[in-house]
């Protein structure tokens, strides 16, 4: 079974920067997408980033000028590079894994995470 343990999360003033880390327990288990979503108080969650194992990457486009998502392959992790970030950011984010992936890169829902919660004051 693999879990997922995202860690950067936390408080920040509007215009700053958090640097989310998501890293997969198991390496046996071939991880071929791994993804970012977030959830704010009374709405959807919604998908923010998303990497497939060889590089490919899909990012919300309302978040693309501000965001980044990278991978390190050894270490099974993904990061999220936030940047200027805004209130609206604020909201729990979650680190999905999946052993395949749809065409916009997002992975099958096979790992959660527990979520990490980011807090955008303006």
């Known amino acids: 079974q693999v879990q997922l343990v995202e860690s950067g999360g936390g408080s920040v003033q509007a215009g700053g920067s958090l640097r989310l880390s998501c890293a997969a327990s198991e390496t046996t288990v071939t991880l071929n997408a791994m993804a970012w979503y977030r959830q704010a108080p009374g709405k959807r969650r919604e998908l923010v980033a998303t990497?497939?194992?060889?590089?490919?990457?899909n990012v919300l486009p309302t978040v693309k000028d501000r965001f980044t998502i990278s991978k390190h392959n050894a270490r099974n992790t993904i990061y999220l590079q936030m940047n200027n970030l805004k209130p609206e950011d604020t909201a729990v984010y979650y680190c999905?894994?999946?052993?395949?992936?749809?065409?916009?890169?997002?992975?099958?829902?096979?790992?959660w995470g527990r979520g990490t919660q980011v807090t955008v004051s303006a």
């Open positions: 990497i497939t194992s060889d590089g490919r990457t």
């Open positions: 999905l894994a999946g052993q395949g992936f749809y065409t916009d890169y997002s992975p099958t829902e096979d790992y």
